[in-house]
């Protein structure tokens, strides 16, 4: 009888959100809750130093570094906060109730003094990078994921635009740390390339929701009925990147004096909308990963096109 009972304590824990008794949170558990695979979308901030020149200075790759480190930690301690604040959302999603917080795998009282231990070294990091335009930069990513957690996450459209600002934020954090020359091209490219993978991230969801039976998703301003509407968003969001890439290496890429063979940057926009087209097949067909991003690292035929781009710039460079 008391195996029983203690069995069915430990079915109840994850439901009320209070922490497993007999457990204490894992390595693991700790890792999935700072989203520590997250950080590889935190090498954009590279970028900025590769396509302007800069990749031969040691000083913009510390600084980069520091940078990386930083918006690290920052992006850590928001996701959760925002786990703390979408505790009940959670909870009623088909994945995201397995979260450590959302299952009570994690007090709630470590969340939140490790998301202000990792708030203060990642600002801390940050002014190590640049000084205030550093801060600034992660100041303003931090503002603006918060507002998202809180708010800003469940008016549709606006949400896409505020996940494609994040990304566009790290390349800005990468012309800080390098101290290159800004290019409204490769913003204008960032905001519509990732904008469009955001949409490809809600349409997953919907298609699951849809899928289950479900009208509205949790904690998002999303419907059933809005998945061709998402849908036709996002494929054009993606051809206007492609047209985009094309414009940037028309007004910037070919007149920087980088490459040797700039001719070889052609393959880029073909290379692209391969991949573009084979995430939104896989997303209209219900079998994407809720972050394409995450998806891609993952993925054979994603990884071939990207190895074939590095090759693409290198020979471009070199050759």
């Keep these: 009888m008391a195996s ?10 994850p439901a009320r959100g209070a922490p497993d008794a007999w457990a204490r949170p894992s390595l693991m558990d700790w890792a999935r809750a700072l989203r520590l695979h997250q950080w590889v979308k ?17 000083s913009a790759w510390i600084h980069g570094l520091l940078g990386f480190f930083g918006l690290g930690l920052v992006a850590s301690a928001t996701y959760v906060i925002n786990d703390l ?7 009623a999603h088909w994945a995201k109730r397995h979260r450590p917080f959302a299952s009570g795998r994690i ?3 470590a969340g939140v003094a490790v998301s202000g231990v990792g708030l203060v070294l990642g600002l ?41 600002t994040l990304f566009t934020l790290r390349l800005a954090l990468g012309v ?21 993978l955001s949409f490809a991230k809600r349409l997953t969801e919907i298609l699951r929701l849809k899928a289950q039976g479900g009208d509205r998703l949790p904690g998002r301003g999303y419907e059933a009925a809005d998945a061709p509407f998402v849908q036709a968003m ?4 993606s051809a206007a990147a492609v047209l985009v890439m094309v414009m940037y290496l028309i007004e910037e890429a ?4 980088l490459y040797r063979t700039p001719q070889l940057l052609w393959t880029l926009p073909l290379l692209l909308a391969l991949w573009l087209g084979r995430i939104w097949l896989l997303c209209g067909r219900g079998v994407l990963d809720d972050d394409p991003v995450i998806f891609a690292l993952r993925d054979r035929a994603s990884l071939a096109l990207g190895g074939l781009v590095a090759l693409s710039v290198l020979a471009a460079a070199l050759l």
């Excluded at 070919?254 to 004096?257: E, I, L, N, R, S």
């Design 42 to 58: 935190n090498s954009l901030i590279f970028v900025p130093a590769v396509l302007g020149g800069a990749s031969h200075s040691p």
């Design 254 to 257: 070919f007149g920087t004096g």
């Design 176 to 196: 800080v740390c390098a101290q290159v020359v800004w290019s409204a091209w490769l913003l204008v490219f960032s905001m519509f390339l990732f904008s469009s």
């Design 107 to 109: 007090p709630i009282a």
């Design 85 to 91: 604040c979408d505790l009940a959302d959670d909870r």
């Design 4 to 13: 029983d009972k203690r069995a069915r304590d430990l079915e109840a824990a």
């Design 234 to 237: 996002g494929v054009s969001l």
């Design 124 to 164: 801390g990091l940050a002014w190590m990078a640049q000084g205030l335009a550093a801060l600034g930069v992660v100041g303003a990513y931090l503002g603006l994921t918060l507002s998202y957690s809180l708010a800003m996450k469940r008016t549709p459209i606006l949400d896409v635009a505020i996940l494609a």
